[in-house]
């Protein structure tokens, strides 16, 4: 018997191979990254080249849920996009019952809830899609949050998703400290030198969006961006060469 | 209509059209294997030191970032390349200007000499089937004799069996040569009950039918397609057993050549973003 047509079914040694699979489809999407300080969130995503004749605005790997909340995705496109319209409703409708915004633990859970749905249901398969939700809360506390294919969702400090999300997960790992969490700017710097592991420098392949308390989502300009690689280009010379000196 | 009621067909000798089918299925099933074809005439056998072999997308990303673009045009002499006949036709209308990084998905064979030896390198990022393995080999040793290999391979690491935990991508090695001591933490022993498949596995029966010295290295990676952490774990662990016979080099032009080769080969479509 075939465990891998049909996701209801769980295989010998328990595995439910569809979503596995969806897992794998979320290899797929391009690198996204996010990194949480105490007064900052930041979101870094490796932009996909587009076609000549395409009008690059319908190419959006980061969005806004709501004033205070914005995701990235790594993963089905169109998926994605079924996602975040169903995200957007329910924002909207808790704010019109309860009279408060969505806090991000709250959508995050909405989100995860939903993708799992679709892992127990017949003839539907799941969401191919792991997210990055970001923001603050109301009484002013950040949040990153990631959800995946499963269904599962939890918090985190700093985290990527998508195609080399290993390579830029150790890399945080490492790199990610106190002090970055104390300090934006080292919190966007962070982001960048992470997406820089595994993606070509220039500000043409990367987007950063920034977001703050009480402040709508920022997207970083091309010239500020490329200050910020420079520096780390600086930064990397210069330890290279403290390297070489320690050798001889 | 037989005894039993059921209809039966006539029987004629008459030559029908259904063989006519047949003989289009047999050239429609020549036309799809693939083969080697040599750019250049090869009378007499030639003896090279040693094949590499890199079975897959990953070991052929490895070798081209590792080995392939440091070399230049006076060290490596482009011998054939691992088609079918309608893959090979458009090879030969296309525009050999194409950039280098488009090479990688071609199948190419290539003659390498380095620091005094000669390598025969073998890449095959399509993979071929199971029919077509040992009529390559046979192709291959038509034309080259080789004393000794590489084979580079890689599987998804849920083809991986181990009571030990292990974390992904990690590389393992088999050898024929029973000297390998081998303590590092990058390159350890394949360990039964995982087995190398397809053409490496092939090759592995060649190597010893014909007594010929192998180290096959199997990369465990947790993608499906290129992922820049496999590709520099299969370059750690291929260079900690080779040590100082390592012929790969890993410097900036490399760390920069990962990036790219990452992003080309991965998907493009728009149905993944």
């Known amino acids: 018997m075939s465990y891998d047509t049909a996701i209801t079914v769980f295989s010998p040694d328990g595995h439910l191979f569809q979503v596995e699979y969806a897992q794998e489809a979320v290899k ?106 970001v923001g603050f809360d109301y009484d002013g506390t950040s949040h990153l949050y990631q959800t995946d294919p499963s269904g599962t969702y939890h918090e985190w400090k700093a985290n990527a998703i998508g195609r080399n999300a290993n390579s830029v997960r150790e890399f945080l790992e490492k790199n990610y400290t106190e002090e970055t969490h104390n300090s934006d700017a080292l919190c966007v710097k962070l982001c960048i030198r992470a997406l820089l592991e595994v993606v070509q420098s220039g500000a043409k392949n990367v987007e950063i969006a920034v977001a703050r308390r009480n402040r709508p989502l920022e997207m970083l300009k091309a010239e500020e961006i490329e200050a910020i690689m420079a520096e780390i280009e600086k930064e990397n010379e210069a330890e290279a060469e403290k390297k070489a000196q320690k050798k001889l | 209509m037989s005894l039993f009621g059921e209809l039966q067909f006539g029987h004629s000798r008459a030559v029908s059209d259904d063989e006519d089918d047949e003989y289009s299925q047999l050239e429609q099933d020549q036309n799809l294997k693939k083969k080697i074809y040599w750019l250049e005439n090869i009378e ?31 060290d490596k002499r482009l011998l054939g390349l691992t088609a079918t006949n309608s893959e090979f036709k458009v090879y030969q209308n296309e525009d050999k200007t194409d950039s280098s990084l488009n090479k990688l998905r071609k199948n190419f064979i290539y003659q390498v000499t380095l620091n005094g030896k000669s390598y025969l390198i073998c890449e095959i990022f399509t993979q071929l089937k199971s029919n077509e393995f040992y009529d ?18 890689s599987q998804n690491k849920t083809s991986y069996f181990s009571s030990d935990s292990e974390s992904f991508p990690c590389v393992k090695f088999l050898s024929s040569n029973k000297n390998f001591k081998n303590t590092e933490i990058h390159c350890k022993r394949l360990e039964e009950p995982n087995f190398l498949q397809d053409l490496p596995a092939a090759l592995i029966q060649f190597c010893m039918l014909k007594k010929l010295e192998f180290t096959a290295f199997v990369c465990y990676s947790p993608s499906l397609n290129i992922d820049i952490q496999s590709v520099k774990e299969t370059f750690n662990g291929v260079s900690c057993l080779l040590k100082d016979n390592s012929i790969f080099t890993d410097n900036d032009l490399s760390k920069k050549t990962l990036l790219t080769v990452g992003n080309l080969v991965n998907s493009v479509s728009s149905l993944y973003m």
Request: glycine letters at 6%; proline letters at 3%.
């Open chain 1, 28 to 133: 797929k999407g391009s690198t996204a990254v996010g990194v949480r300080g105490k007064d900052i969130v930041v979101l870094g995503v490796e932009k996909k080249a587009v076609a000549m004749l395409q009008d690059d605005r319908t190419v959006r790997k980061i969005c806004s849920l709501d004033d205070h909340i914005s995701m990235a995705f790594a993963g089905l496109t169109a998926d994605a996009r079924v996602l975040i319209q169903k995200a957007r409703v329910e924002c909207q409708s808790y704010k019109l019952s309860v009279e408060d915004p969505v806090t991000v633990e709250y959508i995050t859970r909405f989100i995860a809830s939903l993708q799992q749905k679709y892992t127990q249901g017949r003839g539907r398969r799941p969401f191919g899609l792991s997210a990055l939700i």
């Open chain 2, 44 to 74: 007499n056998k030639v003896e090279v030191d040693e094949l590499i072999l890199a079975d897959g997308p990953i070991p052929c990303a490895f070798l081209y970032v590792y080995l392939l673009n440091h070399l230049g045009d006076s």
């Open chain 2, 136 to 153: 390559w080999l046979d192709q291959l040793w038509e034309k080259f004799e080789f004393k000794s290999s590489i084979i580079l391979s």
